[in-house]
């Protein structure tokens, strides 16, 4: 494709030097600056690009996705966001270059991508235009409420320069994809689909096991604390006493945040009168036991747990501290409670409030107050209804990103 003069130009001005000697840069300068936070891993390398936190999620749960299909893959998310999501083994997470020439070549020399799938609206020329010019290809997802609409006749030039290098782009919606054709986005280009939501698709579990502690807990009526850190402790055992007034053989199972605190919130809470069973020793949920303490918070187990209990609360929402995806509990069916710190997991938290899939409460009163009144099945069931219906929406979208992504990723073996 021809270069407009526009488009040169505007590269022309990102050529400047770094302004900071590269070995002087700390943190996240680094990364800003082009430099890998992580050696490149050998083998295929799928580059997605995020903005908002919201948009970083997704492209985490499509990752997923796509390594369940191929185990051979590594991915790099890379976020324009203030703040980036922790690395795994196959997910490497950094900050995206700085939009100067310099910082992109730096950082394409040492990742080089063998795909880019871009999720964030905001364009960034010379990053974009760089990767095209090494034989990147790229797929554009969810391309909304675009931001080159306002810009000027010259910014709207290069916008549809950059935009007409994209292999595929998803549109959101009807009124997103006539932007694009007036950019001079080719018809063959476009595909209109909506967006691409974080979800979740349901945990595994251990069918036997559910099968056996299903039959022991039997018709009495339960809920889950997820996550729960020592500061909400008190909450939750304060619920379980407002909530046994309505159902007497309630039972709490609980899932403390902090690694190892099961054993002593055990001793504690059997020397305070409660009878207390533990996963950890395989002791079971008899008709006596009010609280059945779990160790484990992987997701083997808090899929078993999710499945157990029509009522979650999950932890950390009331005092600030880290919280769980509510999306593994909405698909696996249990009525969500949540408070209003929510952090990382935010905008997933507000989907589901929003469509009034979740109960949200502001204090230790309100908790007890929504944990009896969803011991209602109907309104448990209504409320998880919702958040299936919320946790699903985009299904299709990620299965079209997936079947794009791995089709171009096949022709390049």
Known sequence: MAQSLRLSLYLATRG??????????KGPDRERCGLGAHDRPDGPLVWLHSGADAE????????????????DLHFLLTTSATERLPSDDRILCQYAPEETQPSVRRFLDHWRPDLALWTEPELRPALQMEANARGVPAILVDAGTAPWDPLSVWSRG????VLRIFRCILAADDTSAAQLRALGVRERQIRTTGYLREGAPALPVNQTEHDALAQVIGGRPAWLAAWIPEEERDA?????????????????????SQPGAADRWAQELTAAGYKVARRSKDEEPTADVKILIADGSDDDEMSLWYRLAPVTYLGGSLSGKEVLNPFDAAALGSAIIHGPRTRRHRGAYERLNGAGATRRIDDAKGLGDAVEALLSPARAAELARQAWEVTTEGAEVTDLVLDLALSELEGQR
């Not at 400047?16 to 840069?25: G, N, Y």
């Not at 006493?241 to 053989?249: D, K, Q």
């Open 236 to 256: 939750v055992l304060s619920a379980q006493t407002v909530a046994e007034l309505r159902a007497h053989r309630l039972l709490l199972i609980l899932v403390p």
């Open 158 to 161: 290069i916008a549809g320069d």
């Open 16 to 25: 400047r030097a770094d302004r900071t000697p590269v070995h002087l840069l």
């Open 56 to 71: 970083a999620l997704a492209a985490r749960e499509l990752a997923k996705r796509m390594l369940a299909e191929r185990e």
